[in-house]
């Protein structure tokens, strides 16, 4: 199966700081690439999603990067808040089509110190 | 965004008895849902796809016989456990599908005793 390899496992980062996550997607026929944010005992919420014809979306404090060539994708959280605090899941998949299922990456814990 | 809601939140059954779970759509049809297994700080992973009027299509290693998806309705896909077993204990969510981005439920929390 094709994977997505998402990295840090973990992260820790400081009240106002930037917060990167990447991932690396293999099938480059896939064209839609979302990042969920899932709280403990809750199920993810899509949190933002890009395709292919942009390099960078933002919304608010969040902003996703897309490197086609590369094959890879991040997400960034600028100022950075304890309420961030949760695990966050990229995913990539086919956008159009009846069953296109999505491929996650293995999850990133955030932890925002104040 | 789409809402999904999931019913029951939480369940805890004896071993032996077969739980069954609710996915609605809120504000939109679906056609295709989807339903996942996560396992304690790990990832989502896919069980099956449900589609309405049709037979689900199941993922590699997941036992159809156990785990009963019908998708009755463009609003309702449900999940039923079959003689559930102890390790059959998870988090169990579904999606939605809308305008071609997925939207998840809340999830649902199975004990089984």
């Known amino acids: 199966q094709q994977q997505v390899k998402q990295s840090p496992q973990s992260l820790i980062v400081q009240k106002g700081g930037i917060s990167i996550i990447n991932c690396a997607y293999e099938?480059?026929?896939?064209?839609?690439f979302p990042w969920y944010q899932q709280f403990p005992g809750k199920g993810p919420a899509l949190l933002i999603a890009?395709?292919?014809?942009?390099s960078e979306k933002k919304e608010g404090r969040f902003t996703i990067s897309f490197n086609k060539s590369a094959k890879q994708f991040s997400l960034h959280i600028m100022d950075s808040q304890p309420g961030d605090s949760a695990t966050y899941f990229c995913a990539t998949g086919p956008f159009s089509g009846g069953y296109n299922k999505l491929i996650f990456g293995a999850g990133t814990r955030l932890a925002v110190h104040p | 965004g789409a809402v999904v809601s999931q019913h029951p939140s939480r369940v805890i059954c004896k071993s032996g008895t077969s739980v069954k779970i609710e996915c609605r759509s809120l504000?939109?049809?679906?056609?295709?849902m989807f339903w996942y297994r996560q396992f304690p700080k790990k990832s989502l992973m896919l069980m099956a796809t449900s589609n309405e009027g049709s037979k689900a299509t199941y993922e590699q290693g997941v036992e159809k016989d156990k785990f009963l998806i019908n998708h009755a309705s463009l609003t309702l896909s449900t999940l039923t456990v079959t003689s559930a077993h102890p390790e059959d204990s998870s988090f169990y969510i579904c999606?939605?599908?809308?305008?071609?981005?997925?939207?998840f439920g809340p999830g649902t929390r199975l004990t089984v005793l």
């Open positions: 999606s939605a599908r809308d305008r071609n981005e997925q939207f």
């Open positions: 099938n480059t026929a896939f064209d839609y």
């Open positions: 890009i395709r292919p014809d942009v």
């Open positions: 504000d939109f049809q679906a056609t295709t």
